[in-house]
T-cell receptor, first 112, second 117 residues
Framework: GNSVTQMEGPVTLSEEAFLTINCTYT??????LFWYVQYPGEGLQLLLK?????DKGSNKGFEATYRKETTSFHLEKGSVQVSDSAVYFC???????????FGGGTRVLVKP | DTAVSQTPKYLVTQMGNDKSIKCEQN?????MYWYKQDSKKFLKIMFS???????INETVPNRFSPKSPDKAHLNLHINSLELGDSAVYFC????????????????FGPGTRLTVT
């Protein structure tokens, strides 16, 4: 079956620090990959996506590159802000209209 | 302009009761989903509908029954609620076919936090 593994949190950082959240996947087929973010008390928002190997998704200073050879989609941000404190979910989908398979989520806390 | 909305946002009820959660999307999408997020934040698909037809039905107790009166609405009815049903339930929608090709993105509602006491 399909699965997504991401680093467990919480990850605690100081403002302006570099953030990396590791994500690896196992999939039957050729998945599209996503990062979703859940701010405290809110729903899930799509942060970025990549649909084929070597694609780089980017949004709000976050980046992730689809690495087929290592089956990874690590999330990075060069300088985090307090407002980036949230839970981040890596996810994959095999086909449009199919289910998203999520990783367990990584809580990030950015301190001033 | 709420894209995917859910009601209620919070639902507290006692074991054994029957309750419903409603979801509406105004994006014109053809596919809708229900996901469950447990207390450890783990998210898992429950159901999906495409144009009012059930497409995905994961291993969910038959106390859970989705209903899609039209492609803009997907409601979730839960019978005989149990303590273990306490979770946050998210509705989502997507449009599979776009002018430029296939779309894989799903858009989520704000969630309904269900607490069973």
């Amino acid at each position: 079956g399909n699965s997504v593994t991401q680093m467990e949190g919480p990850v605690t950082l100081s403002e302006e620090a570099f953030l990396t959240i590791n994500c690896t996947y196992t999939a039957t087929g050729y998945p599209s990959l996503f990062w979703y973010v859940q701010y405290p008390g809110e729903g899930l928002q799509l942060l970025l996506k990549a649909t084929k190997a070597d694609d780089k998704g980017s949004n709000k200073g976050f980046e992730a590159t689809y690495r087929k050879e290592t089956t990874s989609f690590h999330l990075e941000k060069g300088s985090v802000q307090v407002s980036d404190s949230a839970v981040y979910f890596c996810a994959l989908i095999i086909a449009a209209g199919n289910k998203l398979t999520f990783g367990g989520g990584t809580r990030v806390l950015v301190k001033p | 302009d709420t894209a995917v909305s859910q009601t209620p946002k919070y639902l507290v009820t006692q074991m054994g009761n029957d309750k419903s959660i409603k979801c509406e999307q105004n994006l014109g999408h053809d596919t809708m989903y229900w996901y469950k997020q447990d207390s450890k934040k783990f998210l898992k698909i429950m159901f999906s509908y495409n144009n009012k037809e059930l497409i995905i039905n994961e291993t969910v107790p038959n106390r859970f029954s989705p209903k899609s009166p039209d492609k803009a609405h997907l409601n979730l009815h839960i019978n005989s609620l149990e303590l273990g049903d306490s979770a946050v339930y998210f509705c989502a929608s997507s449009q599979v076919y776009l002018a430029g090709g296939l779309s894989y993105e799903q858009y989520f509602g704000p969630g309904t936090r269900l607490t069973v006491t």
